[in-house]
């Protein structure tokens, strides 16, 4: 093929994700110069700012580029009098030979005191997510997926901030836009940004699954994914099926389980990443993949984000891909009840009793208390593997939302220790964490009936949150256990984090990771 054919072909194709004229002649002009592809390529670059816009300092890589592209990017903002507001990006055409288009992207303050600014985030990384997603999504706008990222002083959150905020769910879409290739500009910190884009590629398969329709996300559907994908790293997933559930003995599980005709699996799922005698982790997920409420069914008006009830067991088995991608020295194991939760002839009714595990027994008030049953039953199972830390995610309870809305997830922990860790690993990833208490005024409520050894909502009115986790605890296996109550944090607007867009967030995926490599460290 003729070299200036080829270059026609080239840009039709590329020109057809470009509206403005002039700027199909820029493109058009420049890759008839060049012989590379170089106008395909993109590259995300920082400028630091102050709260007005002005006061802007060059990034070295933004330095670099500017240099390489004829000072083009000084000059520009010399017109603009020096002002780019931070989140906001400017497009630079046919100016760089290596790029084709620039995105430069205000990224905030370079120096933020975090101690003064209790914002329970790490301001400066949660500032360059934003300017990367903000950057990345910029380009992808122009027909531009092949994208380079500048480091911008912390390559992990670099990567973060393009690998989330570029992400978007289109599995049901009949003609989906191309999935963006990422790369770090001039492979600066490599190590830093690999961690990055294993948490968030990971973080981003948890919003998948948890996003994914209920029809096609069933127990089964979800643990032939999970096979799939963690056998492919080499981690041993077991799918247990409802006999194995009736040998055991799990009432909770099986009770929630039988008002649908999806069967109930349970993964068993083990990382063996440190050695034979080092005791485990234990992740604990909770995995409704919908929940209708049952017979105590749930009002209509938003019932299809129940489809995501899972979003506890997604956010385990990414997690667990993260620690293996990262060849993590420690070992977890993973386990996820599954099932729905639905109302029919068979389903459980108010007022049922049922034996979890354990031999206790529990009074069903209500059949969208779900949750709290089959993680009663997983809870229980967790305490054979006499775990260093057993640690549970739920989308348990709509209180959540009603006490701090989508801002952070409701951690329940025995101990300060295990607490300062989240915490930090929270502060650390963006995902932010708020205590809350596990005291006996909750566990009184669901306790001292004559009939039954717990009722499964208790007698208070108010602390919904704190009602269930004390539910929970008298299934914990001994030792640390922390509760993370994920349901305010399940869906965002995507307007409290630019790099989150709106949707089933999968959050706290990249925490959840951040914790178990700070746990590992500390055995070492
Ligand atoms: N899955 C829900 C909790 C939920 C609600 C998660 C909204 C995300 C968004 C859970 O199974 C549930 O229905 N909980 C009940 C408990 C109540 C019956 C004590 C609730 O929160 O209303
Ligand atoms: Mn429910
Ligand atoms: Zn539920």
Redesign the pocket.
Known sequence: MALSTMYTYRSTQFLTHLRNPLLRIAIDYNCRQCSTNSYKKGVVIGVYVDDEGKNIKLTPSAEKINQESNNVIVKALKIGNGFLKKGKSRLFYNANNKYGTIALVGIGKEEIDSNNLDDGVDVKKQNIRDATAIGSRSLMDCGIYDIDVSEMGDSESAAEGAILGTWKFQEYKKKQDPTPKISLFENSEKNEWFCGVAKSTAQNWSRKLAESAANYMTPTLFSNEVQEVLGKQGVNVVVHDKQWAEEKKMGGLLNVAKGSNEPLAFLEINYSGGCKNQKPIVLVGKG?TF?S?GI?I?PSLSMG??RA?MMGAANVVAAISAIAELKVPINVIGLTPLCENLPSSNALKPGDVIVAMNGKSIQVD?T????RLILADALCYAATFEPKVTLDLA?????M?VAIGGAATGVFSKTDNVWNDVKSAGYYTGDRMWRFPLWSYYSNLIKGYTGFDLDN?GKGKGG?ACT?AAFLKEFAPPGEWVHMDI?GV?KTDGKDSPYISSGMSGKPTRALVQLILDISKKTE
Not at 368 to 371: I, K, Q, R, S, T
């Open positions: 409704v929940d409420g105590s749930k984000e129940m009830d209500n969208d208390a779900e949750g989308t348990l309870t709509g209180a939302m909502i919904g269930a349901a399940m």
